[in-house]
C-alpha cells in the first residue's frame, strides 16, 4: 500500500516512517531462519568488529530470500514513492546487536551519525551515501537497552544546514556537538515492521543489554541521480525526493 498524505507529511518533517507489520510472516521467517542458522555456527568474537563496521553474515548480502524482503514485498514500493524513480537495490546489510553478556567488551556502540558520512572506518573524504535506508525489525525489539537503533526525529533538517554552512569534505566530525548530545528515539518493534528514514537523519546505537541478538536488515536505496550529486545532496534534503516536493511537512505528532 502506498504512502498516506499523513505518512509523507510525516516524513517531510521527522525524516522517518514506521509502516507496522508491512511485511508478511513467511518471508520474514524464510530470512530470520537463514540469518539465525548462519549466525550461530560461525559467529566468533574476533569477527564482531568487522561486521559491526559492514555486514553481519556477509555471504547472504544478496541472498535472494534476504533481498526479496525488500525487493518483493510493500518496501519497495513505499521507496519509490518517496523517491520516484530507485536504483536497484543489490546488497543487504545485516546488523545484529549482539548480547553483552554473551560476548563482552565486543561490539562498539555507534554514536550519531549519518551513513556514508566521514566513516571511522574509511577515508574522511570518501563519500559512500544514498538517498533512504529501509530497515527491516528481523527480532522482537521491545527494550530501548536491547540494542535498539535510535533515531533524531527532525534530524535531517539540522543535518543539511550544517552540511551546507559549516561542514566540508575531509572534516572527521560525523554530526555537530548538538546532535552528538542526543540521544534519540529508540526503534521498538516487531519482525516484519519497516523503517523508512531519510540519509540525513542522524542515528546511533549502544550495546545490548538483554539476553537475546536484535536483528536488522537494512536496505540502501538510492536516486538513480544520486552519485552524480552526493554533496549537493546532503545540503539539500529534498534534491531526491521529487514526490515531495509539494508535500508540505506535518504539524500533526504520529505514533
Ligand atoms: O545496528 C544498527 O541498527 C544500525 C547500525 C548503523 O547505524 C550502521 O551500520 O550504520
Ligand atoms: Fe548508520
Known amino acids: ?5 499523513d505518512e509523507k507529511a510525516a516524513f517531510k518533517r521527522d525524516g522517518v516512517v514506521i509502516r507496522r507489520g508491512a511485511i508478511a510472516p513467511n518471508p520474514v521467517k524464510r530470512a530470520v531462519s ?13 569477527a564482531i568488529p568487522a561486521y559491526t563496521q559492514r555486514t553481519f553474515v556477509p555471504n547472504l548480502g544478496n541472498h535472494p530470500e534476504i533481498l526479496a524482503l525488500y ?10 514513492d518517496l523517491l520516484g524513480d530507485t536504483s536497484p537495490v543489490t546488497t543487504t546489510q545485516i546488523q545484529i546487536r549482539v548480547p553483552e553478556r554473551e560476548f563482552p567488551g565486543v561490539q562498539q556502540a555507534k554514536a550519531m551519525h549519518v551513513d556514508g558520512v566521514s566513516c571511522p572506518h574509511l577515508d574522511p573524504r570518501e563519500l559512500r551515501t544514498f538517498s533512504l535506508l529501509v530497515g527491516v525489525v528481523l527480532s522482537d525489539i521491545k527494550d530501548p537497552k536491547g540494542g535498539a537503533l535510535h533515531y533524531l526525529p527532525g534530524g535531517h533538517l539540522t543535518m543539511a544546514r550544517w552540511f551546507a554552512n559549516e561542514w566540508s569534505l575531509g572534516m572527521t566530525d560525523q554530526v555537530p556537538p548538538e546532535i552528538d548530545r542526543e540521544h534519540g ?3 521498538l518493534g516487531a519482525p516484519g515492521d519497516v523503517l523508512l528514514m531519510h540519509h540525513l537523519v542522524p542515528h546511533s546505537v549502544a550495546h545490548n543489554l538483554t539476553p537475546l541478538p536484535r536483528v536488522m536488515a537494512y536496505f540502501r536505496v538510492s536516486h538513480p541521480e544520486h552519485a552524480t550529486r552526493r554533496l549537493e545532496a546532503l ?4 534534491l531526491d525526493y521529487p514526490p515531495l ?3 508540505p511537512s506535518s504539524t500533526t505528532s504520529q505514533e
Open 34 to 46: 537463514l540469518i539465525d542458522e548462519q549466525y550461530r555456527e560461525e559467529l566468533t568474537p574476533d
Open 185 to 187: 528515539t529508540p526503534l
Open 71 to 80: 525487493a518483493e514485498t510493500d518496501a519497495a514500493q513505499l521507496a519509490s
Open 1 to 5: 500500500m502506498l504512502l498516506t498524505a
Open 235 to 238: 545540503r539539500d534534503p529534498w
Open 245 to 247: 516536493t509539494d508535500v
